[in-house]
Protein backbone atom coordinates (compact mmCIF):
# COMPACT_ATOMS: atom_id res chain seq x y z
CA UNK A 1 0.00 0.00 0.00
CA UNK A 2 0.93 3.56 -0.18
CA UNK A 3 3.54 5.14 2.22
CA UNK A 4 2.78 8.10 5.08
CA UNK A 5 5.60 9.26 6.92
CA UNK A 6 5.99 11.60 9.96
CA UNK A 7 8.96 13.34 11.29
CA UNK A 8 9.87 13.48 13.79
CA UNK A 9 8.98 10.41 15.04
CA UNK A 10 8.72 12.04 18.94
CA UNK A 11 9.73 15.38 20.40
CA UNK A 12 10.60 16.62 23.49
CA UNK A 13 10.34 20.34 24.38
CA UNK A 14 9.88 23.01 26.80
CA UNK A 15 6.73 24.77 27.46
CA UNK A 16 6.36 27.89 25.34
CA UNK A 17 8.31 26.93 22.41
CA UNK A 18 6.71 25.80 18.92
CA UNK A 19 7.18 22.25 16.97
CA UNK A 20 6.49 21.39 13.49
CA UNK A 21 5.54 18.05 12.79
CA UNK A 22 5.66 17.24 8.77
CA UNK A 23 3.87 14.43 6.70
CA UNK A 24 5.05 13.54 3.66
CA UNK A 25 3.16 11.19 1.14
CA UNK A 26 5.66 8.91 -0.49
CA UNK A 27 4.53 7.68 -3.31
CA UNK A 28 1.44 9.50 -4.09
CA UNK A 29 -0.08 13.14 -4.47
CA UNK A 30 -1.93 13.82 -1.91
CA UNK A 31 -4.32 17.16 -2.29
CA UNK A 32 -6.09 16.54 1.08
CA UNK A 33 -4.21 15.05 4.04
CA UNK A 34 -5.71 15.12 7.59
CA UNK A 35 -4.43 15.89 11.38
CA UNK A 36 -5.30 13.53 14.06
CA UNK A 37 -4.77 13.84 17.52
CA UNK A 38 -4.69 11.11 20.23
CA UNK A 39 -4.49 10.69 23.67
CA UNK A 40 -3.56 8.08 26.00
CA UNK A 41 -6.19 4.93 25.84
CA UNK A 42 -8.41 7.22 24.03
CA UNK A 43 -9.34 6.89 20.24
CA UNK A 44 -7.93 8.98 17.23
CA UNK A 45 -10.08 13.04 16.87
CA UNK A 46 -9.63 14.73 13.93
CA UNK A 47 -7.78 18.19 14.01
CA UNK A 48 -8.14 19.31 10.80
CA UNK A 49 -8.15 19.06 7.16
CA UNK A 50 -5.74 20.07 5.14
CA UNK A 51 -5.88 21.16 1.53
CA UNK A 52 -3.02 21.58 -1.05
CA UNK A 53 -2.84 24.80 -1.90
CA UNK A 54 -5.86 26.68 0.44
CA UNK A 55 -6.98 27.55 3.91
CA UNK A 56 -7.02 23.92 6.17
CA UNK A 57 -10.07 23.38 7.58
CA UNK A 58 -10.48 22.68 11.22
CA UNK A 59 -12.71 21.07 13.57
CA UNK A 60 -14.94 22.54 15.86
CA UNK A 61 -12.96 23.73 19.47
CA UNK A 62 -9.19 22.90 17.90
CA UNK A 63 -7.81 26.83 17.66
CA UNK A 64 -6.26 27.65 14.16
CA UNK A 65 -4.19 30.07 15.68
CA UNK A 66 -2.29 27.44 17.97
CA UNK A 67 -2.28 24.76 15.59
CA UNK A 68 -0.86 26.30 12.35
CA UNK A 69 -1.25 23.89 8.81
CA UNK A 70 0.78 24.05 6.09
CA UNK A 71 -0.16 22.08 2.55
CA UNK A 72 2.40 23.58 0.11
CA UNK A 73 2.88 21.28 -2.32
CA UNK A 74 1.03 17.80 -3.17
CA UNK A 75 3.20 15.03 -1.11
CA UNK A 76 3.81 17.75 2.38
CA UNK A 77 1.28 19.01 4.97
CA UNK A 78 3.05 20.44 8.45
CA UNK A 79 1.31 20.83 11.01
CA UNK A 80 2.89 23.54 13.79
CA UNK A 81 2.02 23.41 17.19
CA UNK A 82 2.53 26.85 18.55
CA UNK A 83 3.98 28.20 22.10
CA UNK A 84 3.06 24.57 23.14
CA UNK A 85 2.07 23.83 26.47
CA UNK A 86 2.17 20.48 28.63
CA UNK A 87 -1.56 19.73 27.47
CA UNK A 88 -0.33 20.09 24.40
CA UNK A 89 1.21 17.16 24.73
CA UNK A 90 -0.21 13.93 22.76
CA UNK A 91 0.23 11.63 20.10
CA UNK A 92 -0.30 13.48 16.54
CA UNK A 93 -0.77 10.90 13.79
CA UNK A 94 -1.25 12.55 9.64
CA UNK A 95 -3.54 10.88 7.27
CA UNK A 96 -4.05 10.72 3.46
CA UNK A 97 -5.40 8.96 0.59
CA UNK A 98 -4.50 8.90 -3.27
CA UNK A 99 -7.88 9.90 -4.53
CA UNK A 100 -7.57 7.69 -7.32
CA UNK A 101 -11.28 5.87 -6.83
CA UNK A 102 -9.84 3.77 -3.85
CA UNK A 103 -11.60 4.56 -0.43
CA UNK A 104 -8.72 3.21 1.30
CA UNK A 105 -6.48 5.74 3.59
CA UNK A 106 -2.97 5.72 4.96
CA UNK A 107 -1.73 6.82 8.07
CA UNK A 108 1.41 8.43 8.87
CA UNK A 109 3.52 6.48 11.97
CA UNK A 110 2.75 9.42 14.33
CA UNK A 111 4.51 11.62 16.29
CA UNK A 112 4.96 11.80 19.91
CA UNK A 113 4.83 15.51 21.68
CA UNK A 114 6.14 15.72 24.98
CA UNK A 115 5.51 19.55 26.60
CA UNK A 116 7.60 19.83 29.56
CA UNK B 1 -21.02 10.42 9.22
CA UNK B 2 -22.53 7.45 10.31
CA UNK B 3 -21.94 6.44 14.48
CA UNK B 4 -20.17 2.92 14.68
CA UNK B 5 -20.70 1.24 17.93
CA UNK B 6 -18.07 -1.85 18.72
CA UNK B 7 -17.30 -4.04 21.65
CA UNK B 8 -14.99 -2.20 24.12
CA UNK B 9 -12.71 -5.03 24.37
CA UNK B 10 -12.62 -9.11 23.38
CA UNK B 11 -10.18 -11.48 24.77
CA UNK B 12 -9.20 -14.45 22.62
CA UNK B 13 -6.64 -17.49 22.93
CA UNK B 14 -4.12 -17.71 20.30
CA UNK B 15 -5.20 -19.97 16.99
CA UNK B 16 -9.01 -18.82 17.42
CA UNK B 17 -11.16 -17.45 15.30
CA UNK B 18 -12.22 -13.49 16.66
CA UNK B 19 -15.36 -12.10 15.42
CA UNK B 20 -15.95 -8.35 16.19
CA UNK B 21 -18.76 -6.85 15.30
CA UNK B 22 -19.71 -3.48 14.60
CA UNK B 23 -23.61 -1.46 14.37
CA UNK B 24 -23.80 1.70 12.17
CA UNK B 25 -27.28 2.21 12.11
CA UNK B 26 -27.78 5.06 10.55
CA UNK B 27 -25.18 3.78 7.10
CA UNK B 28 -25.99 5.66 3.96
CA UNK B 29 -26.86 4.14 0.86
CA UNK B 30 -23.36 5.47 -0.70
CA UNK B 31 -21.09 4.36 2.51
CA UNK B 32 -18.35 1.79 2.91
CA UNK B 33 -17.48 0.28 5.94
CA UNK B 34 -13.84 -0.16 6.71
CA UNK B 35 -11.54 -1.18 9.17
CA UNK B 36 -8.16 -0.65 10.54
CA UNK B 37 -5.67 -1.95 13.32
CA UNK B 38 -3.84 -0.29 15.58
CA UNK B 39 -1.07 -1.10 17.54
CA UNK B 40 0.06 1.61 20.66
CA UNK B 41 2.35 4.24 19.74
CA UNK B 42 1.94 3.73 15.54
CA UNK B 43 -0.86 4.93 13.24
CA UNK B 44 -3.97 2.79 12.39
CA UNK B 45 -3.04 0.39 9.78
CA UNK B 46 -5.91 -0.78 7.12
CA UNK B 47 -7.17 -4.03 7.31
CA UNK B 48 -9.90 -4.51 4.87
CA UNK B 49 -13.30 -2.38 3.39
CA UNK B 50 -16.33 -3.23 2.19
CA UNK B 51 -19.91 -2.29 0.85
CA UNK B 52 -22.14 -5.37 0.86
CA UNK B 53 -21.76 -9.24 1.85
CA UNK B 54 -18.90 -10.93 1.89
CA UNK B 55 -14.98 -9.24 1.20
CA UNK B 56 -11.87 -11.61 2.08
CA UNK B 57 -8.07 -10.31 1.74
CA UNK B 58 -5.23 -12.06 3.03
CA UNK B 59 -5.76 -11.46 6.75
CA UNK B 60 -9.65 -11.04 7.26
CA UNK B 61 -12.96 -11.68 6.10
CA UNK B 62 -15.40 -8.79 6.36
CA UNK B 63 -19.31 -9.84 6.38
CA UNK B 64 -22.16 -7.30 5.72
CA UNK B 65 -26.01 -8.55 5.78
CA UNK B 66 -28.26 -7.21 3.71
CA UNK B 67 -29.14 -4.20 5.44
CA UNK B 68 -26.14 -2.78 6.12
CA UNK B 69 -26.50 -2.13 9.60
CA UNK B 70 -23.62 -3.79 11.19
CA UNK B 71 -20.61 -5.84 10.25
CA UNK B 72 -18.30 -8.17 11.64
CA UNK B 73 -14.88 -8.51 10.95
CA UNK B 74 -13.35 -11.97 11.32
CA UNK B 75 -10.03 -12.93 12.26
CA UNK B 76 -9.33 -16.60 11.02
CA UNK B 77 -6.35 -17.68 13.72
CA UNK B 78 -5.09 -15.17 16.14
CA UNK B 79 -1.50 -15.03 17.23
CA UNK B 80 -0.10 -12.88 19.99
CA UNK B 81 0.49 -10.47 17.77
CA UNK B 82 -2.77 -9.52 16.80
CA UNK B 83 -3.46 -7.61 20.22
CA UNK B 84 -4.08 -4.52 19.28
CA UNK B 85 -7.44 -1.86 19.01
CA UNK B 86 -9.30 -2.33 16.34
CA UNK B 87 -11.50 0.53 14.42
CA UNK B 88 -14.88 0.47 12.54
CA UNK B 89 -15.75 2.96 10.33
CA UNK B 90 -18.06 4.26 8.03
CA UNK B 91 -17.36 6.84 5.04
CA UNK B 92 -18.82 8.13 2.03
CA UNK B 93 -17.70 7.27 -1.60
CA UNK B 94 -15.39 10.24 -2.67
CA UNK B 95 -14.94 11.42 1.40
CA UNK B 96 -11.48 10.47 2.91
CA UNK B 97 -12.70 12.49 6.38
CA UNK B 98 -13.00 9.74 9.24
CA UNK B 99 -14.54 9.85 12.28
CA UNK B 100 -13.12 7.15 14.86
CA UNK B 101 -15.31 5.40 17.54
CA UNK B 102 -13.66 4.03 20.68
CA UNK B 103 -12.74 0.98 19.16
CA UNK B 104 -12.49 -2.95 20.06
CA UNK B 105 -9.24 -3.46 22.03
CA UNK B 106 -8.40 -7.60 21.13
CA UNK B 107 -6.16 -9.19 23.80
CA UNK B 108 -4.75 -12.63 22.45
CA UNK B 109 -3.47 -14.80 25.17
CA UNK B 110 -1.11 -17.47 25.02
Known amino acids: GAVVSQHPSRVICKSGTSVKIECRSLDFQATTMFWYRQFPKKSLMLMAT?????????EQGVEKDKFLINHASLTLSTLTVTSAHPEDSSFYIC????????????FGPGTRLTVL | LAKTTQPISMDSYEGQEVNITCSHNNIATNDYITWYQQFPSQGPRFIIQ???TKVTNEVASLFIPADRKSSTLSLPRVSLSDTAVYYCLVSGAGSYQLTFGKGTKLSVIP
Open chain 1, 95 to 106: SSAPGTGEHEQF
Open chain 2, 50 to 52: GYK
Open chain 1, 50 to 58: SNEGSKATY
